[in-house]
C-alpha cells in the first residue's frame, strides 16, 4: 500500500530556515519524479519544485529559484525541501506528490511538471507559517 508522509513544517520568524521532508512506503521514491506543492489559503495549488528520477534534475518555480532546495536520499526513501530565506508569502500547506514518471529529464523537459494530473499520490501535507 502506497503510503506518503509530510514533515517539517512550522512556524518560522521571517528570513529563517524550515527543512521539509516527504517519506514513502510501499514503493521506491527514487524511481519516480517528485514534486512540492503549496497552497495557501485561497489561492490556486502551486509547484514549488520538482525532481526527477535523476536525482541531478531538479525545477524551481519562480517563487523558489535561489531560495530553496529539493534533494534525495535515496536510503531513508526520502525527499527534502530545504527552505531558506523564508518570506511571509511562503506561508501555505506545502504537499509532496508523486507522478508515475519516470524520465531522467521530467522536470526540466516537461512544461506538465507543475500539473495536478501527472501525480498519482498525494501526502496529507504539512503546514508552514512565516511571521514574526
Known amino acids: 500500500q502506497v503510503h506518503i508522509v509530510e514533515s517539517g513544517g512550522g512556524l518560522v520568524q521571517p528570513g529563517g530556515s524550515l527543512r521539509l521532508s516527504c517519506s514513502a512506503s510501499?514503493?521506491?521514491?527514487?524511481?519516480?519524479?517528485v514534486s512540492w506543492f503549496r497552497q495557501a489559503p485561497g489561492k490556486e495549488r502551486e509547484g514549488v519544485s520538482c525532481?526527477?528520477?535523476?536525482?541531478?534534475?531538479?525545477y524551481y518555480g519562480d517563487s523558489a529559484k535561489g531560495r530553496f532546495t529539493i534533494s534525495r536520499d535515496n536510503a531513508k526513501n526520502t525527499v527534502y525541501l530545504q527552505m531558506n530565506s523564508l518570506k511571509p508569502e511562503d506561508s501555505g500547506a506545502y504537499y509532496c506528490?508523486?507522478?508515475?514518471?519516470?524520465?531522467?529529464?521530467?522536470?526540466?523537459?516537461?512544461?506538465?511538471?507543475?500539473?495536478?494530473?501527472?501525480?498519482?499520490?498525494w501526502g496529507q501535507g504539512t503546514q508552514v507559517t512565516v511571521s514574526s
Open positions: 525532481i526527477s528520477s535523476s536525482d541531478t534534475n531538479t
Open positions: 510501499g514503493f521506491a521514491l527514487d524511481l519516480y519524479a
Open positions: 506528490a508523486v507522478a508515475p514518471r519516470r524520465e531522467y529529464y521530467f522536470c526540466s523537459a516537461y512544461d506538465s511538471r507543475f500539473q495536478t494530473y501527472e501525480y498519482e499520490h
